[in-house]
Nanobody, 119 residues
Framework: QVQLVESGGGLVQPGGSLRLSCVAS????????MNWHRQAPGKQRELVAT???????NHTDSVKGRFTISRDNAKNTVYLQMSSLKPEDTAVYYC?????????????WGQGTQVTVSS
């Protein structure tokens, strides 16, 4: 029902910046908690940032002060602004939409976008 398409990944140097975007279609975007996850080779997928429908945001400790999640419900889009990038930020970044309603969970994932931080 919900399709998520990420964009904005690429190759950047340490200390650089990048903004990821995720556009949702097929459902009512404003109902969903939106998340960014990432997965590096040989590591578990981890939650990077989350934002509620009303705009309350949280970030994992390793990215606090460097990454900012935001959303624009009118555009059905969630963003991840990444600054002061480090090599350890290299991963595939996934957009995720989640909600619980009437006892059911609705969970959708994008296909991911590669972020590589290297000099």
């Amino acid at each position: 029902q919900v399709q998520l398409v990420e964009s904005g990944g690429g190759l950047v140097q340490p200390g650089g910046s990048l903004r990821l975007s995720c556009v949702a279609s097929g459902s009512i975007f404003s109902f969903y908690v939106m998340n960014w996850h990432r997965q590096a080779p040989g590591k578990q997928r981890e939650l990077v940032a989350t934002i509620t429908s009303s705009g309350t945001a949280n970030h994992t400790d390793s990215v606090k002060g460097r990454f900012t999640i935001s959303r624009d419900n009118a555009k059905n889009t969630v963003y991840l602004q990444m600054s002061s990038l480090k090599p350890e930020d290299t991963a595939v970044y996934y957009c995720n939409a989640n909600r619980r309603f009437w006892g059911r969970e609705y969970d959708y994932w994008g296909q991911g976008t590669q972020v590589t931080v290297s000099s």
